[in-house]
């Protein structure tokens, strides 16, 4: 009873943070799963729009006479599914949907890469060669920003990092949970922020990409579509990380008393690298330095074979239509290399096992990815997603809610929606279709929608129990505090999410608005109807 006592003591002293934290639970369980949940949008919209056509809803079209995809009319009306010609159309488009739907190949073949970087061991033994060997002044800003690099390599992060800061601070006389805390915001606070193009990239981008076809069909959304943002982003998201754990979250957590843990401390030591580890990094090292210095040739001269060939130039090129090619070879040839010096990889056979093994793990995602598929393209069938934006649009420009304003409130709400719909793919799938249109209608491009989402999916992982990995690092924190509960974790991560709320905001808000910058390269700031 005493031990009772014990743990409900903290539980009243949170207060209405618990009853905060039990809703937000309870409202994240009510939600079927992903899959599921697409399923039930994508007959939502067959019924949906047989209602809505039986009640002649209609908009007028915004794009000028003669745009791609505008009715001779100007009217936008709603096409109905539920008829013999939307159950034909249902039936012969299926397979189409999910083969051709853009997230789907580029993911895979980025990941094809990525996975043998990463079961080579190259990626963990980079990350271990940066975390270590920083200096203690630095340990903490390292930490944040290897979390913030290792979503590269999907879950990498939270397997590896997280666990290894949690050692390194503990190691170093340090609270552990404040290293625990510093790389979990990292890898999931600073989830879209990264130096390099990875698998979210090309996944987002195919979203955004279909959403846009709504109101412009020729328009092309990239993986490279927010890197110029993103990479400064990672620098910005590590210093305001490894300020809120020295100044707010290591202070609050006080001196560690080791009789907390529930493991041996004592074996918590860190495996420095290994000479053949060091030895495969420089080999992996000189071969990136090699594929860059070839693909530089390929793209800065002005005759450059990668080059746009009727323009000259960079932007539409071979090379950014094809940077997931790029992805994939930066990532499969020094990770070989490395598995080869390190000894970890032998032959082509370690190479395929490595890829088979990431792409049996991505079952899940492929079953979801039909779903989603089906639903982005009923919605855009029906005409139901140009005219929601058309009248949400309509309704902004009425309130006069546009400029910063605009994009802080919808950065919020999609913080608040990720806290319920923790998958960064399947949230975006719902509401892209709605709210890139309704924003390019009102002038913005759909590039700077995505980075503006980007935040508010990346800022509220940290406190949401829906996020996936959610309950591994809850698993990792009670070996060193015995009584670690979901509201503790929360409320020790909280201070993240408003410093990284603030802190980006205002960095995209300045980035955009004020200087003017583009997000990626051949990004535009904003849109028109007239290109």
């Not at 992060?157 to 979990?184: D, E, K, Q, T």
């Not at 029906?382 to 929601?388: A, K, S, V, W």
């Not at 709210?435 to 002038?443: E, H, R, S």
Request: net charge negative.
């Amino acid at each position: 009873m005493a031990g009772s006592q014990q743990f409900d003591t903290p539980t009243e002293k949170r207060g209405w943070f618990t009853r905060f934290l039990d809703t937000v639970e309870w409202l994240g369980n009510l939600l079927p799963h992903p899959v599921t949940l697409f399923a039930l949008f994508a007959l939502a919209v067959v019924l949906g729009s047989g209602v809505a056509a039986f009640f002649e809803l209609s908009a007028i079209d915004p794009r000028p006479e003669g745009a791609a995809g505008r009715s001779p009319d100007g009217v936008i009306t709603v096409v109905s599914l539920l008829s013999v010609e939307g159950l034909q159309r249902i039936v012969s488009n299926l397979v189409t949907n999910f083969t051709g739907f853009p997230p789907l190949g580029v993911v895979l073949v980025a990941l094809l890469g990525v996975s043998v970087a990463e079961h080579s061991g190259l990626i963990s033994a980079a990350m271990r060669g940066l975390v270590m060997n920083a200096s203690p002044r630095m340990v903490t800003v390292t930490i944040v920003f290897a979390g913030i690099v290792s979503n590269t390599a999907s879950e990498l992060g939270y397997v590896v990092l997280i666990p290894m800061a949690a050692a390194i601070f503990y190691s170093l006389g340090r609270h552990p949970l404040a290293g625990l805390a510093a790389a979990f915001a990292g890898v999931s606070g600073g989830y879209s922020a990264n130096l390099l193009i990875g698998t979210i990239d090309p996944l987002l981008a195919g979203f955004t990409e279909a959403a846009a076809h709504l109101i412009d069909p020729e328009y092309t959304v990239g993986p490279e579509a927010n890197y110029f943002f993103m990479v400064v982003s990672t620098f910005v998201i590590a210093i305001l990380g490894a300020i809120v754990t020295e100044k707010i979250v290591e202070p609050k957590l006080g001196k560690y008393d080791r009789s907390e843990a529930t493991v041996d401390l004592d074996n918590q030591g860190l495996e420095p690298l290994r000479a053949e580890e060091k030895r495969g990094l420089i080999g992996a090292g000189l071969t990136l330095a090699a594929l860059l210095g070839l693909l530089a040739l390929t793209v800065v001269p002005e005759n450059g074979v990668l080059r746009n060939p009727d323009t000259g130039g960079v932007l539409g090129s071979p090379f950014l239509r094809g940077i997931v090619v790029y992805i994939f070879i930066t990532f499969a040839i020094p990770g070989f290399v490395y598995g080869k010096i390190a000894g970890t990889m032998k032959n082509d056979k370690d190479v395929i096992n490595a890829m088979s093994k990431s792409i049996s793990s991505m079952g899940l995602y492929i079953v979801l990815v039909f779903f989603a598929a089906q639903f982005v393209a009923f919605f855009g069938w029906t005409n139901l997603g140009t005219i929601f934006a058309v009248k949400g649009a309509t309704f902004l420009q009425e309130m006069g809610l546009t400029g910063p304003l605009l994009f802080v409130l919808f950065i919020a709400m999609c913080g608040f929606v990720n806290l319920m719909l923790g998958s960064a793919s399947a949230q975006w799938a719902i509401t892209a279709p709605i709210f890139v249109p309704m924003l390019m209608i009102i002038g913005y491009s759909p590039e700077v929608v995505q980075a503006a989402y980007r935040i508010g999916d990346s800022v509220t992982n940290l406190i949401t129990p829906m996020m996936s990995y959610f309950g591994l690092i809850l698993a990792v924190a009670a070996r060193y505090k015995k009584e670690m509960g979901i509201g503790t974790l929360i409320a020790t991560m909280l201070p993240y999410t408003m410093v990284f709320f603030v802190g980006w905001v205002t960095l995209f808000c300045v980035w955009v608005f004020v200087l003017g910058l583009p997000v990626g390269p051949g990004s535009p700031t904003y849109y028109s109807f007239e290109g």
